[in-house]
């Protein structure tokens, strides 16, 4: 590997990343940047067509992209093998080539010399302050040129490189257990326990954490364990690992000296693997075994668990016997843990949570009736207190989610569907807690006065009605509360119920799925829980965060992303502490440069260049906008030329191409002589070439240079450069479509995006949707038009060709929107809802959709951040509409599940129709 040598690197963003960028200019080879959220066929057509020999990448890359070069080497294994061969390049040597998107349909290679790089350097060392070096933040792909700026130019100059980016740490994910609650009436008749004997013996096999069993009384729901100590004294018979426990001891039924004993014995029999979970009961039918101690039951838990820790380490009691003395009592068998295993069982009340963190238990919970982000806030709770109790360590929290994993998620929703219903049925009391999300009970409870929950106690629900509501639980439960899908789909729950602080899933497997069935797709929960293994924890990547924390000095960005930072209030705090703010990539409007000088304490910088000329050809420092946004001053060894038709001068005020000069003229593109002696022209003024940017500029009445536009079909669309004949040669490869022309428009003052229209062949029909998942697999997403319009015929010209200025706005095509998408399911959805259509310009948006799919982006997010801030009237934190892309997630994280008008609503209009049913009370009967 030496000189000529094209190296491709493909790699996460991490420090492996720019080693691989190091060692390969050291080695006297070019790199060749893959961005690994590109198309694979891109990514693959690229290394063909660069001819490159060596991949560096890491092995989930690989894995998941398949590359074929000719050497694939991992960067994690490479390290320390031999010495690295001494650098042989010279100035004509090539040291990197970039892809940019390509008129013909292909993107093209642009190949840079050492030369042109050592020449950008020594320009950069003329404008930008680097003595002493400071703290860059590299935000920038490496596919985008202007990361040379970031990564080498600031290494060679001594400056800390702070890699922008998800902060990723090994994080194994949560611990899986198996959770029984099994309905008496769904088990088989002549082997009721089968399923949890064979599933507890395939749990310890296999690594599971646990096996949880329950105690429940006199209903067929949960009925087959009315005794979780003898159901775990079964399971330690027949098991030599996984832990034994109860989920949950309804403590208030039971002495403390009854427990102890029990489960001390169970702890012998497991060889020290007992642990208990305790709840203070709900259901009144199960107090006819203990009448007396129902009022009081939550209070009397409380000192039942000091007793039975007590009694546990070895302690004597006092307690009275039947002739009126109080006797000293301590239990046998001596278990074999010091300390009994402890939960608390909450239901969602929040001052559970805090009790089980003062008492140093664990918490055992589950998503019937609360969220996600409900659940977090809770458990930040029980974490505060149990820090405050001074307990060591950060507690545990058990999450029992309903689960049954496949291989396809269609298949998994339709046979987990009856059995659900059917399990929740029997447990109409879990469904009353959904109630309040139900909109006919919203409804009438709106109207009646009531609560939702007082409507489904004192009515009597038709079939119908009742059908209606396990339908609405199910799909609800389906969607947000269990792991239901193939292991890769449950990832994301995984994840999710890991982030907000879950240390434990007990999945709930015995839910009337039959029990055949159910043991069979085990296999597939454990690879889900093999998959969780390797989960890492990743906080959202967020510059502003990075800056205040790394204490960043220098920062280099698009105008797109500067207006995200200016419109955020933690983005203008980081801003306010920059020494020096670069600004290019596409036109930085006096507006945006203005409120930029405001904010920043140090130098701000205008930065201009092609990738063709090497990065950044001209820079400008801004002190003021009073007369606007020049193109700034040539760098060293540049000139730069505004010519016309003819290749002649333009004077003042004149408009003509943007011609540049100098030593950072790329050798040309790779492979694409015709092109390269197309855009690359001799120097009418001297020796050299010329690059003909395609910009349409002016100098104004100080020689400053005033961008006014593109000459060509080329667009910038923030930040990056697009051809929009690639995006139609790609669209026109679909089947079905006559023809394809795609434009970038801006129909709401900054918010350009690329609309695409398309005719369909004589009898095709065309779906705009699926027409983008196509393009989607060949072209980066920045590519993708937002919006693909369907037209009977494109409008035309009198010399035949298309009429880009006659072309419709987006909104006014139907084709553009789903036919079915998910409704708003509450208000909060429904608001949300409006406010992405309004943006994107669609008048139906599903609420499972991504923003970013839809043609959302950073500007967009800012547009709608603002929106949602005032309709709300909160703070909305931009990072959050990145990290919630759907209206359903980012709806659970600002408001938690509701249905119908917000809680507030709901509240006043039952205030107020408590108010009418008192006033109907107190008048005479007459008028009544």
Request: aromatic share 6%; glycine share 10%.
């Amino acid at each position: 590997m030496g000189p000529g040598t094209i190296v491709g690197i493909c790699h996460e963003r991490m420090p492996d990343l720019v080693v691989a960028v190091l060692a390969t200019l050291k080695a006297g080879a070019a790199y060749l940047p893959l961005d690994a959220d590109y198309p694979r066929e891109r990514l693959a057509y690229m290394l063909e067509d660069s001819g490159a020999e060596v991949l560096l990448t890491s092995r989930p890359i690989q894995e998941r992209l398949a590359f074929a070069p000719a050497t694939v080497l991992y960067t994690a294994e490479a390290q320390g093998e031999g010495a690295p061969p001494p650098g042989r390049a010279g100035g004509q040597d090539l040291a990197y080539v970039i892809y940019t998107s390509g008129s013909t349909g292909r993107p093209k290679g642009v190949a840079i010399t050492h030369r042109n790089l050592m020449n950008f350097c020594a320009g950069m060392d003329a404008r930008i302050p680097h003595d002493p070096p400071g703290i860059w933040l590299a935000a920038t792909s490496l596919s985008f040129d202007i990361s040379v700026l970031e990564i080498l130019w600031t290494l060679a100059r001594g400056f800390t490189v702070v890699l922008h980016g998800p902060r990723s740490e090994p994080s194994p994910g949560p611990g899986f257990s198996l959770f029984y609650f099994s309905n008496d009436d769904a088990a088989d008749p002549q082997d009721k326990y089968r399923l949890l004997l064979e599933g507890a013996r395939f749990a310890d096999r296999n690594g599971f954490e646990a096996v949880w069993t329950p105690e429940r009384h006199f209903h067929a729901f949960g009925g087959l364990y009315p005794n979780a100590a003898l159901s775990a004294a079964a399971l330690a018979a027949c098991t030599e690992r996984v832990k034994i426990r109860a989920g949950s001891c309804v403590l208030p039924l039971h002495h403390p000296l009854r427990v102890a004993e029990d489960w001390a014995m169970i702890d012998n029999l497991s060889k020290g693997r007992a642990g208990i979970a305790f709840a203070s009961g709900w259901q009144p039918n199960d107090f006819v075994l203990a009448p007396e101690r129902f009022a009081e039951r939550k209070e009397r838990m409380a000192g039942q668990i000091d007793d039975i820790r007590r009694l546990w380490r070895g302690e004597r009691l006092p307690f009275p016997n039947p002739l009126g003395k109080v006797v000293e009592i301590g239990t046998m068998p001596r278990p074999i843990q010091p300390e009994l295993p402890m939960w608390l069982t909450a239901a969602g009340n929040p001052d559970t949570f805090v009790q089980a963190g003062r008492l140093g238990c664990g918490v055992l919970t589950h998503l019937l009736g609360q969220t996600l982000d409900e659940l977090a806030d809770k458990i930040r709770q029980y974490r505060q207190a149990w820090r405050e109790a001074g307990h060591a360590g950060e507690g545990h929290v058990t999450l029992m989610l309903h689960t049954f994993v496949g291989e396809d998620e269609d298949a998994v929703r339709e046979t987990v569907r009856e059995p659900m219903k059917r399990y929740l049925g029997s447990a109409m009391d879990l469904v009353r807690q959904a109630a309040w999300t139900f909109p006919t009970f919203v409804q009438r409870a709106a109207s009646d006065g009531r609560t939702p929950a007082e409507i489904l106690d004192a009515e009597d629900l038709s079939p119908a009605d009742r059908d209606a509501l396990l339908d609405h639980a199910f799909e609800r439960y389906h969607r947000t509360g269990g792991l239901f899908g193939t292991p890769e789909s449950c990832l994301g729950m995984v994840e999710a119920v890991r982030r907000i602080g879950t240390d434990e899933i007990a999945c709930l497997v015995d839910f009337g799925v039959p029990t055949d069935l159910a043991l069979d797709h085990l296999e597939h929960l454990k690879r889900l829980m093999v998959l969780a293994g390797t989960l890492t924890s990743t906080a959202p990547a967020s510059v502003p965060e990075d800056i205040v924390r790394h204490r960043v000095t220098h920062f280099q960005c698009t105008p797109s992303m500067a207006r995200m930072l200016v419109a955020d209030a933690a983005g203008r705090r980081a801003l306010s502490q920059l020494g020096t703010m670069m600004v290019g990539g596409e036109a930085l409007s006096a507006d945006l440069a203005g409120r930029l000088r405001d904010l920043l304490p140090g130098k701000l910088l205008g930065m201009y260049g092609p990738t063709e000329t090497t990065i950044w050809s001209a820079v400008v420092e801004i002190d003021g906008v009073e007369r606007g946004v020049t193109l700034g001053e040539p760098i060293a060894n540049t000139t730069l030329h505004v010519l016309d038709a003819h290749r002649r001068p333009c004077p003042a005020h004149v408009a003509g191409e943007l011609h540049i000069g100098g030593e950072g003229l790329a050798r040309g593109y790779l492979g694409r002589d015709a092109l390269t002696a197309e855009r690359f022209i001799p120097n009418p003024f001297g020796p050299g070439r010329l690059y003909r940017t395609g910009d349409l500029v002016r100098r104004d009445a100080s020689g400053g240079l005033v961008f006014l536009g593109r000459l060509d079909h080329q667009v910038k669309v923030r930040g990056h450069r697009i051809e929009l004949g690639e995006i139609e040669a790609a669209l026109a490869r679909q089947p079905g479509i006559a023809a394809a022309v795609v434009v970038a428009r801006e129909d709401t003052d900054g918010d350009q995006r690329l609309v695409a229209y398309v005719t369909a062949r004589d009898g095709a029909t065309l779906r705009p949707e699926a027409l983008r998942e196509a393009v989607a697999s060949t072209l980066p997403a920045f590519m993708v038009p937002a919006v693909i319009v369907v037209l009977p015929a494109l409008p035309m010209t009198l010399n035949g060709k298309v009429d880009r200025g006659a072309l419709p706005a987006p909104h006014r095509s139907p084709e553009t929107h789903s036919a079915s998408p998910e409704a708003p399911m509450s208000s909060l959805e429904a608001l949300i809802a409006g406010i992405w259509g309004e943006a994107l310009g669609r008048r139906v948006v599903a609420t499972t959709e991504n923003f970013f799919d839809l043609g959302g982006h950073s500007l967009l997010v800012v547009q709608v951040q603002r929106r949602l801030g005032e309709e709300l009237r909160r703070d909305i934190a931009i990072t959050d509409l990145f990290r919630f892309p759907t209206i359903r997630t980012l709806s659970l994280h600002l408001g938690g599940f509701a249905t119908g008008p917000s809680a507030s609503d709901r509240g006043h209009d039952r205030a107020k129709a408590r108010q009418a049913l008192r006033r109907r009370q107190e008048m005479p009967a007459t008028v009544a």
